[in-house]
């Protein structure tokens, strides 16, 4: 039952036909899509466990399936091969690709990104250029943006933990923040039952204070030129429109037009773009982008010194270390307090080092693995990792394997397998590590990361 202030509201922007319409559409079953990994998977590639698929328009390589399986019982899931992402937040890629230059490295910084959906499309569209920020200001649900981030495989990605105003310090620092912003939800109602239970219209007026909050930091750390994108899983206007022209108003900042197929049925409203689902196949949905006119020009001078909980690495264990990775990068090693082996891009770690100083909760680069005494044992983000030396030994496995290794169990190893530390692959795809002994194997999936179901 949708509240009646929500029942008000809708008619008063849609109208009283386009009402029933939408309220309609919210009745009917939430359609399920995914967004290719185009680093670890191609775009034609066939995964019969998904079912039939169609293209999502405004992204290259998002798909719409026919129905929803378990993607806990498909391992390219787990390997980062896809990510489960709802339709119409795919549109972000469309927006920035008509408004922002990806050829260049930039800085870009996902305020507010957990569970890390679109953190992962920011990845796949730098292209390993530049540095990307993932925030996340509840530090319980970093968690799961980490774990997004690691599967997704690229190596200049730094998640942090704060609000949104510790970013005010980094003046005019980025080329690119998205704002995805703590909304009321409304976008959601089909999907999300208790999203409805907890609408109110104070939760709305709730929302948009909390959200200029959030844009003021976005502006002050934006440098001249660069590029806000703004957008929420709601429909309202003082969410979405009202604050695009509460930023016009109050910061130098212009809202970018952007070319869209009328065919797309994306409505153009408040100074953004808005998705309904009665119009197009996906959840309700707001973006708008803003540019930057003025301001101090950025003037960073490299930061230098030492980063507060990290000490470099021992120079006599970085070839052992460096063996594990791809040759094509130069790197940093250090070490964490609890001994874990970190590498970071050498052309990034004078901006690590400014985050380092400026955010109190924050992981960089990529985990490599540990030294226990003599012995190396490798982290399962590197396995996960596109700088993975492909060099090492691996292990092509069946899907009841697979599946196995997944639920942190062991199978039968056939005869003149490797021994040592072996990727388990499967389709091409690396699921994580195993250490093949001479009568058994040891299964290094850590155990947080473990299917829980039952797969027979």
């Given amino acids: 039952m949708l509240p009646l202030p929500f029942v008000h509201q809708m008619k008063s922007l849609l109208g009283e036909e386009a009402f029933g319409l939408f309220k309609a559409a919210l009745a009917q079953p939430t359609p399920t899509s995914i967004r290719l990994n185009p680093k670890k998977v191609a775009t034609g590639q066939d995964y019969p466990n998904l079912g039939k698929r169609s293209p999502v328009p405004w992204h290259p390589a998002g798909y719409y399936l026919s129905e929803r399986p378990v993607f806990t019982l498909e391992p390219a899931f787990h390997a980062g091969a896809y990510y489960v992402q709802e339709a119409s937040s795919m549109f972000l890629h469309e927006a920035l690709r008509q408004t922002v230059d990806f050829s260049k490295p930039l800085r870009v910084l996902d305020m507010c990104a957990a569970p890390g959906g679109k953190s992962t499309l920011l990845a796949s569209m730098m292209e390993e250029r530049g540095l990307l920020v993932a925030n996340e200001t509840v530090r319980t649900r970093t968690n799961s943006l980490r774990e997004n981030l690691e599967k997704w495989g690229h190596n200049n990605v730094g998640v942090t933990s704060g609000p949104s105003e510790d970013f005010a310090a980094l003046d005019s620092f980025f080329d690119v923040v998205l704002v995805d912003a703590p909304c009321s939800g409304e976008g959601l109602f089909r999907k999300d039952p208790d999203a409805v239970s907890e609408w109110s219209p104070e939760a709305v007026s709730h929302c948009a204070v909390r959200q200029k909050n959030i844009l003021t930091a976005a502006v002050e750390c934006l440098a001249p030129g660069g590029v806000l994108a703004y957008s929420t899983c709601t429909y309202n206007s003082l969410e979405n429109g009202d604050n695009v022209a509460w930023l016009s108003e109050k910061y130098d900042l212009e809202v970018l037009p952007l070319l869209v197929p009328a065919e797309w049925g994306i409505e153009i409203r408040g100074g953004g773009h ?100 003599k012995d190396f044992v490798p982290d399962h983000a590197l396995a996960l990792s596109l700088e993975v030396s492909p060099e090492l030994p691996a292990l092509e496995v069946t899907l009841d394997q697979a599946l196995r290794f997944l639920k942190k169990e062991t199978f039968d190893l056939a005869a003149g397998y490797p021994t040592g530390w072996v990727l388990i692959r499967y389709q091409g795809l690396h699921l994580g590590w195993i250490k093949a002994l001479p009568n058994r194997m040891n299964n290094y999936l850590p155990p947080e990361r473990r299917i829980r179901m039952d797969i027979r």
Avoid at 328 to 342: A, I, K, M, N
Wanted: aromatic share 14%; net charge positive.
């Fill in 274 to 373: 808005q998705f309904y689902p009665h119009r197009l196949l996906g959840e309700g949905f707001f973006i708008a982008v803003l540019r930057k006119k003025n301001g101090p020009e950025r003037n960073y001078r490299p930061a230098s010194g030492s980063f507060r909980s990290l000490t470099p690495l021992p120079k006599a264990q970085i070839p052992e270390v460096s063996r594990w990775l791809g040759q094509q990068v130069d790197y940093r090693f250090f070490q964490t307090p609890s001994g874990g082996v970190l590498a970071l891009r050498a052309e990034l770690e004078s901006d690590y080092l400014l985050l380092d100083k400026t955010m109190k909760t924050k992981w960089f680069g990529t985990a490599i693995g540990t030294f226990k005494g």
